[in-house]
């Protein structure tokens, strides 16, 4: 079965501080692993893929294969980051995308 | 470039009764997809349309069927609608059945079923 976990779901910093946002995944084969966010009044929007291995917004994500894992970190947060954050999975080739049930993340000033 | 518009933004229906949701893909896309979220949970995957073929299928009932256009607009139909089935239903757009990064997503139509 393929399923995404996404233990946390409000997540509050200061600006400036380091932010993590944990994403477990279960799936049988080779995944594809994506971030989306979505701000507030805006759309689902892709943040970042780890087949690309690049950062956006200061935002890093690496696939750990051997904890299943895919976390979301960014150095230093900024009040702009605030936003819906949704861990995905895909299989090679699949029709589908399978989300998390997201993180809320709040930047304090 | 116009992205991918949804139609109508806001919806409430009577338990039983039938709806259609609409939407417009992003231009050059030929693929569309379904997925409905529910209130604090992430979107579950309900189809995917490509070339007019409904081609994947999450584990939705019958009652939740589709219709993809010539021009790759496309629909959704819900029958027999239940209490359960309020949610905002997205739509997503993208160019081929093979590039999972490529969705465009549409703003959502939020069905109430009272």
């Known amino acids: 079965a393929q399923r995404v976990t996404q233990p946390e779901k409000l997540l509050s910093v200061f600006k400036g501080a380091p932010v993590e946002l944990k994403c477990n995944y279960s799936y049988s084969g080779s995944p594809e692993l994506f971030w989306y966010v979505q701000y507030s009044r805006q759309r689902l929007q892709l943040l970042l893929r780890h087949i690309s291995r690049e950062s956006i917004k200061g935002f890093t994500a690496d696939l750990n294969k051997g904890e299943t894992s895919f976390h979301l970190k960014k150095p230093f947060a900024q009040e702009e980051d605030s936003a819906m954050y949704y861990c995905?999975?895909?299989?090679?080739?699949?029709?589908?995308?399978?989300f998390g049930q997201g993180t809320r993340l709040t930047i304090n000033p | 470039e116009t992205g991918v518009t949804q139609s109508p933004t806001h919806l409430i229906k009577t338990r039983g009764q039938q709806v259609t949701l609409r939407c417009s893909s992003q231009?050059?896309?030929?693929?569309v997809s379904w997925y409905q979220q529910a209130l604090g949970q992430g979107p579950q995957f309900i189809f995917q349309y490509y070339r007019e073929e409904e081609n994947g299928r999450g584990n939705f009932p019958p009652r939740f069927s589709g219709l993809q256009f010539p021009n790759y607009s496309s629909e959704l139909n819900v029958n027999a609608l239940e209490l359960d089935d309020s949610a905002l239903y997205l739509c997503?757009?993208?160019?081929?059945?093979?590039?999972?990064?490529?969705?465009?997503f549409g703003s959502g139509t939020r069905l109430t079923v009272v």
């Open positions: 997503a757009s993208r160019q081929d059945t093979t590039a999972n990064y490529g969705y465009t």
């Open positions: 231009s050059g896309h030929n693929t």
């Open positions: 995905a999975l895909s299989g090679l080739g699949a029709q589908k995308l399978v």
